[in-house]
């Protein structure tokens, strides 16, 4: 529900925002304009888009250019590599956070289990003994025959 817990201030920026348009992003990034919308056009940075179809970034796509730019030019890898290694890093995160997530509930589901078992052992009887099971090696068994009783009739 969205009404429970804190509210997100609409004006408040994120590193998700976008509030660049392509000139700033370039400028920002130390890159061409065109060198930005070809990214775009490949997929390697795709920011979002106003109303009228301008390209807006965020301070995390301006990152994200950064990150191709030094791919491409310091580690000598080609664009096609460029967009792989993105896919990938962006898979990764997003399995990160679904462990994450099962861990959580995995966490909450043992904690749960942790409490019944101590409600079930809460419950016993405490006037029962536990069972010891005796070996048989260490008992010893004496007989001894009942004497017979006289009958007086």
């Given amino acids: 529900m969205e009404g429970i817990g804190r509210r997100r201030n609409p004006y408040e920026l994120t590193a998700e925002s976008p509030v ?13 304009p065109q060198t930005l919308r070809q ?13 009228g179809r301008g390209r807006r970034y965020s ?14 030019q310091d580690e000598g ?3 096609a590599g460029i967009k792989r290694i993105i896919e990938l890093e962006n898979q990764v995160a997003a399995l990160s956070a679904r462990v ?6 995995v ?37 001894r025959p009942k004497r017979e009783q006289k009958k007086h009739g």
Avoid: C, F, K
């Fill in 107 to 143: 966490d909450g589901a043992a904690a749960a289990m942790q409490q019944r078992e101590a409600q079930v052992h809460a419950s016993y009887r405490r006037d029962l003994v536990p069972y010891q099971d005796v070996q048989q090696a260490s008992a010893l068994v004496v007989w």
């Fill in 59 to 72: 301070a995390r796509d301006i990152e994200l250019l950064r990150q191709v730019q030094q791919l491409s």
């Fill in 77 to 79: 890898i080609n664009l």
């Fill in 20 to 32: 660049y348009v392509i000139s700033v992003a370039a400028q920002l990034s130390g890159l061409h």
């Fill in 100 to 105: 994450a997530e099962l861990q959580s509930i």
């Fill in 39 to 51: 990214y775009d056009r490949l997929g390697l940075v795709s920011p979002d888009r106003t109303a």
